[in-house]
């Protein structure tokens, strides 16, 4: 006779959730690795939206599906949070005619928790994203996200870049951020290993919190929420495999790109943005207001995705020839496809381009080799 986690690992093994979404309840698997958990906090994905999961190997991967069509855009979170952060960004932008995805990386939101740092690597999310395209049956989409989103759909740009039709990327970590996600990250690893006591305390204190119905604060509380061992495990695998594309794998990219950057916090650094759109061959930037500003005054930025990804499905915005590098040449917004577009850095600074590439340590896949660059960025 099943027992009570059981059905709940049967009821979430069923593939897809339809509709708003009310439920309450934890799945577990009994061994020494894995607890999968699935929370349903009185999170609705809407008249428009619904939630699927797939097969991962032994785990379960959760993503909502906003809008329809062929115009497929895959969007993921930051470190630790969920797809709660950028609902209200998938409905308008479905809306607008989009089929916006939002996937729950594994360990994040209603996806299955390995509490082991092995499956959490980040070169194993480009994996799942597609995995993710398969499950969809779409040949190409644009992929995009913040922070963590942002490195994987890179890294997946690499791993397989004629499945990638464009990037949106915000708040790229590279280089510049080393420092300062050390300082901020490891403290709290550390915390959540060994100071189990406390950690937990919080979790449970966050839990209480009833859904305020503001994405990126639901998101935030829910982080703050999960067990201890999760938290300890996402942070783990992401410290022990690639966290970006190197810089000639970043040059090899060829997809057109909009890269949203700010000034604000140190992890993700403005000189990263910089950076990342200086080596990609057909990229634009644009400085946000505040870290932010996607979240809470949308308005602006919603708009310039938009546009992006209307210029992207209708031709407009192509892939830049191979091998093109651009060392940061101005040139009118208006240019043809080929040749470097813009970057609007903020209101009164503009920069350029430059190049794509594949990332290391994805199973079955060998990064190519790419000839030298007249400069390093």
């Given at each position: 006779m099943?027992?009570?986690?059981?059905?709940?690992?049967l009821?979430?093994?069923?593939?897809?959730?339809?509709?708003?979404?009310?439920s309450?309840?934890?799945?577990?698997?009994?061994?020494?690795?894995?607890?999968?958990?699935?929370?349903?906090?009185?999170?609705?994905?809407?008249?428009?939206?619904?939630?699927?999961?797939?097969?991962?190997?032994?785990?379960?991967v959760?993503?909502?599906v906003?809008?329809?069509?062929?115009?497929?855009?895959?969007?993921?979170?930051?470190?630790?949070?969920?797809a709660?952060l950028?609902?209200?960004?998938?409905?308008?932008?479905?809306a607008?005619g989009?089929?916006?995805?939002?996937?729950?990386?594994?360990?994040?939101g209603?996806?299955?928790r390995?509490?082991?740092?092995?499956?959490?690597?980040?070169?194993?999310?480009?994996?799942?994203?597609?995995?993710?395209?398969?499950e969809?049956?779409?040949?190409q989409a644009?992929?995009?996200?913040?922070s963590?989103?942002?490195?994987?759909?890179?890294?997946?740009?690499?791993?397989?870049?004629?499945?990638v039709?464009?990037?949106?990327?915000e708040?790229?970590?590279?280089?510049s951020?080393?420092?300062?996600?050390?300082?901020?990250?490891?403290?709290?690893l550390?915390?959540?290993?060994?100071?189990?006591?406390?950690?937990?305390l919080?979790?449970?204190?966050a839990?209480?919190?009833?859904?305020?119905g503001?994405?990126?604060?639901?998101?935030f509380?829910?982080?703050?929420?999960?067990?201890?061992?999760?938290?300890a495990?996402?942070?783990h695998?992401v410290?022990?495999?690639?966290?970006?594309?190197?810089?000639?794998q970043?040059?090899?990219i060829?997809?057109?790109?909009?890269v949203?950057?700010h000034?604000?916090d140190l992890?993700h650094s403005f000189?990263?943005a910089e950076?990342?759109?200086?080596?990609?061959?057909?990229?634009?930037?644009i400085r946000?207001?505040t870290?932010?500003e996607?979240?809470?005054?949308?308005g602006?930025?919603?708009?310039?995705?938009?546009?992006?990804?209307?210029?992207?499905?209708?031709?407009?915005?192509?892939?830049?020839?191979?091998?093109r590098y651009?060392?940061?040449?101005?040139?009118s917004?208006?240019?043809a496809?080929?040749?470097p577009?813009?970057?609007?850095?903020?209101?009164?600074?503009?920069?350029?381009?430059?190049?794509?590439?594949?990332?290391?340590?994805?199973?079955?896949?060998?990064?190519?080799?790419?000839?030298?660059?007249?400069?390093d960025?």
């Amino acid at each position: 006779m099943p027992t009570q986690w059981s059905r709940m690992r049967l009821k979430v093994n069923s593939g897809i959730i339809k509709g708003p979404i009310d439920s309450s309840y934890r799945a577990y698997a009994r061994d020494d690795t894995y607890v999968g958990a699935i929370e349903e906090r009185n999170l609705e994905s809407g008249p428009d939206g619904t939630r699927h999961t797939f097969a991962y190997g032994q785990y379960r991967v959760s993503y909502e599906v906003h809008g329809s069509g062929d115009r497929v855009l895959v969007w993921m979170h930051g470190l630790l949070l969920d797809a709660n952060l950028s609902r209200h960004l998938a409905r308008r932008l479905a809306a607008q005619g989009n089929r916006v995805v939002l996937l729950d990386l594994l360990g994040h939101g209603h996806s299955d928790r390995p509490r082991h740092a092995g499956a959490l690597r980040m070169d194993l999310y480009a994996e799942q994203v597609l995995c993710l395209l398969d499950e969809l049956g779409v040949d190409q989409a644009v992929l995009g996200g913040v922070s963590l989103g942002t490195n994987v759909s890179l890294l997946t740009t690499v791993a397989a870049p004629e499945r990638v039709r464009g990037l949106v990327l915000e708040m790229p970590v590279l280089e510049s951020a080393v420092p300062a996600a050390v300082g901020v990250f490891m403290p709290v690893l550390i915390l959540a290993h060994y100071g189990h006591r406390v950690v937990r305390l919080l979790s449970r204190a966050a839990q209480r919190v009833p859904p305020s119905g503001i994405g990126a604060l639901d998101s935030f509380l829910s982080a703050v929420a999960s067990d201890p061992d999760e938290t300890a495990a996402v942070l783990h695998g992401v410290l022990i495999g690639p966290i970006a594309p190197t810089s000639d794998q970043r040059r090899a990219i060829t997809a057109p790109a909009l890269v949203l950057g700010h000034g604000i916090d140190l992890i993700h650094s403005f000189t990263d943005a910089e950076r990342l759109t200086r080596q990609l061959p057909n990229a634009r930037l644009i400085r946000t207001r505040t870290f932010a500003e996607l979240w809470v005054l949308p308005g602006r930025l919603t708009r310039e995705i938009s546009t992006f990804l209307d210029r992207v499905w209708e031709g407009v915005e192509k892939a830049a020839p191979p091998g093109r590098y651009n060392g940061g040449r101005r040139s009118s917004s208006l240019a043809a496809p080929s040749a470097p577009s813009v970057v609007n850095v903020g209101p009164a600074e503009a920069r350029m381009a430059t190049h794509q590439e594949r990332p290391e340590g994805l199973p079955g896949r060998a990064p190519p080799r790419s000839p030298p660059h007249p400069r390093d960025a």
